[in-house]
Nanobody, 129 residues
């Protein structure tokens, strides 16, 4: 069984930075066997992909603009994936979730929500103008 625990959310002003963390624990497969992703959701909307990182560290982002402001990274020694969010905007307000996708190849990473096997409980990020 896999458990994902997000932290680092909170309230911020437009232009501020926050770093989200997601700590992985699991018994069958180690953290390094999973591609990881960050998604976000606002009330009344579908959960949307933000960024993903493969086992080898290859990264993908939902939009070019997000790639400029957000950085996903992972530390396999700490079983943790991070999302560094810079130049925050009010439209970044959402609950942020991390997901784990068990993959057989080191380069695999996807933005497809249904591919992710496990999810954290989410952390709220609120950005005011």
């Amino acid at each position: 069984q896999v458990q994902l625990v997000e932290s680092g959310g909170g309230s911020a002003q437009a232009g501020d930075s926050l770093r989200l963390s997601c700590v992985f624990s699991g018994r069958t497969f180690s953290f390094s066997a999973y591609a990881m992703g960050w998604f976000r959701q606002t009330p009344g909307k579908e959960r949307e992909f933000v960024a993903g990182i493969s086992r080898s560290g290859t990264t993908i982002y939902s939009k070019d603009s997000m790639k400029v402001r957000f950085i996903i990274s992972r530390d396999n020694a700490k079983n943790t994936v991070y999302l560094q969010m810079n130049s925050l905007k009010p439209e970044d307000t959402a609950v942020y979730y991390c997901g784990a996708h068990l993959v057989s190849t080191r380069e695999a990473v996807t933005s497809t929500q249904s591919a992710y096997n496990y999810w954290g409980q989410g952390t709220q990020v609120t950005v005011s103008s």
